[in-house]
């Protein structure tokens, strides 16, 4: 184990790819629950998933979003300082879940979905699944994640599905208000118990001011984020933060699941949403580095994302991909559900490419060395990855927006 490196994996790329990679980590991140919560339908059933949903993303959301308001010095406690934050959320990836805001003044707008993936994807389903997700999940959630720039935030709708008529867009829209006279939002129990994980505390590098492009959100609230605008340190920043965003939701999806069931059996849930988004996430990241080397799009990968937090490299001659032990593995994040005695994860990672590709792993629990090697006759997909790309993210193609300045109404 001699080359682990704390230095982001993402600085070795271009501008350019960076700017076309940090939208697809931002839908990867929206994909984890499809991944998940069918696993979860199946051990508990719609209601119970429900409240799990609402548990993981209360747990994560406050926390992840403070962290990219730090980052790219756009602090506030008014609703731009919110919408802001929507628009690099992975509860919100662009144009997948396409927000369009209305500023009226600092403490009052709206936003409207034009598209909602999340929608389209459960709409199939039938009107419960809709309302669990549009009602029983959503108010808890936007509230949550609001309460972060201001604890007196209320995200309310003005319509929402199911859709009246069937075809009815926008999706939903809704109304931001803040309020002195409004009741404080608490942060949950498990939303205190992840601020003390070492995701939500560890540190990464500052963004290098200097370089072309701008290198933070300070000043106005923009339609569309054009990440190209960005500099190559701050679109590094912003891809490690979206990487600390998955791993927050998963940490607050494992306290979840421990908290209805028993650990084998919320173990194995967690380990078969991995297998899932595993494979999805290598087919977008793919689409962003054109490439077809595996080691190198296994070290973009959010599995071993960002670098200060989950340890590795790659061996001296190139051919093995070594993990050591990490603050990932304190956590109990998805690393750990990876190594030698568990490689379906890091096999669906790989298949994605070429279903030829197969691992080799040797090693320890949090000290183990993979090879990837190539199989005469080709695998077929995990049930985990099909399920996930039943999900239109997994074949959504961002297209060119404009990027406007939005000023109040």
Not at 1 to 26: I, K
Not at 176 to 186: A, G, K
Not at 320 to 335: R, T
């Amino acid at each position: 184990m001699g080359n682990l490196e704390a230095r982001s994996h993402y600085a070795d790329l271009s501008r350019s790819e960076l700017a076309a990679l940090v939208p697809e980590l931002l839908l990867v991140g929206q994909l984890i629950d499809r991944s998940g919560m069918a696993w979860c339908i199946g051990a508990l059933g719609r209601e119970e998933m429900a409240r799990i949903a609402i548990d993981e993303w209360a747990a994560a959301s406050p926390i992840y979003t403070r962290r990219m308001q730090r980052a790219l010095g756009y602090e506030g406690s008014d609703v731009v300082t919110i919408f802001k934050g929507l628009q690099l959320d992975i509860g919100a990836p662009p144009q997948f879940m396409d927000f369009r805001y209305t500023v009226h003044d600092r403490f009052h707008g709206e936003f409207h979905l034009d598209h909602c993936g999340a929608l389209i994807d459960v709409e199939p389903m039938g009107p419960d699944y809709v309302r669990s997700m549009c009602h029983d999940i959503e108010d808890p959630t936007f509230d949550a994640t609001a309460v972060a720039t201001n604890v007196r935030a209320q995200v309310r709708p003005i319509h929402r599905p199911p859709r009246l008529p069937a075809d009815r867009s926008p999706h939903c829209a809704w109304t931001v208000r803040i309020d002195e006279s409004h009741p404080p939002v608490r942060a949950t129990e498990l939303c205190l118990r992840n601020e003390k994980s070492r995701a939500a505390s560890i540190e990464l590098a500052p963004i290098e001011r200097g370089g072309e492009g701008r290198d933070d959100y300070a000043g106005a609230l923009v339609s569309d984020l054009d990440f190209a605008e960005f500099s190559h340190a701050a679109l590094v920043r912003i891809a490690d933060e979206v990487c600390l965003q998955m791993h927050l939701l998963t940490n607050g999806f494992r306290m979840a699941l421990a908290a209805r069931l028993p650990e084998e059996q919320a173990t194995d849930i967690a380990v078969r949403t991995l297998i899932g988004i595993a494979g999805v996430a290598t087919t977008r990241i793919r689409r962003a580095v054109l490439t077809t080397d595996s080691l190198k799009i296994l070290r973009l990968h959010p599995l071993l994302n960002p670098a200060a937090y989950v340890v590795s490299g790659v061996g001296e001659l190139g051919e093995w991909l070594e993990v050591g032990p990490s603050p990932a593995h304190d956590d109990g994040a998805w690393i750990s559900l990876c190594g030698p005695d568990e490689v379906r994860p890091l096999q669906a990672a790989v298949r994605a490419i070429d279903p030829h590709l197969d691992v080799e792993v040797d090693g320890g629990r949090e000290a183990w060395a993979m090879r990837v090697v190539r199989r005469e006759q080709p695998a077929r997909d995990f049930d985990e990855v099909a399920v996930t790309r039943i999900s239109t993210g997994a074949g959504f193609e961002f297209e060119p927006r404009r990027s406007l300045p939005l000023y109040p109404v």
